[in-house]
């Protein structure tokens, strides 16, 4: 292990720049994965991170000498507290991170259900759509233009690792693959849909959620074959676009599991 103390280390420059910049992640195709259950998480999934770092005031917990035996071959930096913070971007250093070579995207566009986002820009809203998804056992999922990066370190802390067990595509012609799309393409709008009970789930289907404020765009609406509606109770007008997708694909789990009883 290499111990760093000073803030004029190229290492850990080249770090608080990948930390910080989206660019920078795309350019290089690196991002970075903070904390020991992300850490897990991809190991679990058997990737092998670049490059280990440890904050030197959690290099004897218990946790980060498993997670160290476990990727023995790899290189570890120690740094400071006060430079492992920078690079975390948490108040509260959280002992470890590694940088990670971002997988790359599949060539191949989906046949079966999946899940299409349309310039949701919270970075938040875009990990709990990536959790939300593989905890429904849709394992793609295609981010048209204009959302927050998939693989940028907060997307990564709020999908909780999903990431590693889903097939991620951006920068995805949304247009394109819906007017393609064999399925059953669906465009959840808060108003004067279908009611989502009443949509028949069997077969594959494309789910289209929008933007946290202006919804999904005209044109990508006009080539889905429905509009799908949460009925809310009296008085409420939306739900955040994570619950928005919780309630249908649950629903579509839930039919197709009642099916097989």
């Known amino acids: 292990m290499k111990s760093v103390s000073s803030r004029d280390n190229p290492v850990f420059k080249a770090l608080r720049v990948l930390t910080h910049d989206h660019r920078t992640q795309r ?6 994965i903070v904390g020991p259950h992300l850490l897990t998480a991809y190991l679990d999934q058997g990737g092998v991170p670049e490059l280990v770092v440890v904050n030197e005031d959690a290099a004897d917990k218990a946790e ?21 913070r920078e690079v975390s971007e948490l108040a509260t250093p959280v002992g470890i991170l590694a940088r990670i070579v971002i997988p790359v ?8 259900d999946c899940l299409l986002l349309d310039a949701v820009q919270d970075a938040g809203n875009v990990g709990t759509l990536l959790r939300t998804a593989a905890a429904a056992g849709v ?19 709020a999908a909780q690792g999903a990431h590693f067990g889903l097939r991620i595509r951006e920068q995805v012609d949304l247009l394109g693959f819906l007017q393609t799309y064999a399925g059953l393409s669906v465009a959840t709008v808060a108003h004067a849909g ?8 069997a077969q594959p289907t494309a789910w289209l959620f929008g933007n946290e404020g202006g919804g999904i765009a005209p ?14 109770a009296s008085g409420s007008e939306s739900l955040n676009v994570g619950a928005a997708a919780a309630v249908c694909l649950f629903e579509m789990r839930r039919q197709r599991t009642s099916r097989t009883m």
Do not use: H, N
């Open 139 to 157: 394992c793609d999922v295609l981010l048209g233009s204009g959302c927050a990066g998939a693989w940028t370190p907060r997307v990564l802390r």
């Open 27 to 32: 350019s290089t195709g690196r991002t970075l």
């Open 194 to 201: 279908k009611s989502l009970y009443e949509i028949d789930c």
């Open 219 to 232: 044109e990508l609406v006009a080539v889905t074959r429905l509009r799908a509606t949460i009925p809310l």
């Open 64 to 84: 980060v000498k498993l997670l160290l035996a476990r990727v023995a071959m790899v290189q570890v930096l120690v740094l400071r507290a006060a430079l492992f």
């Open 105 to 112: 995207e599949p060539d191949d566009l989906p046949a079966g």
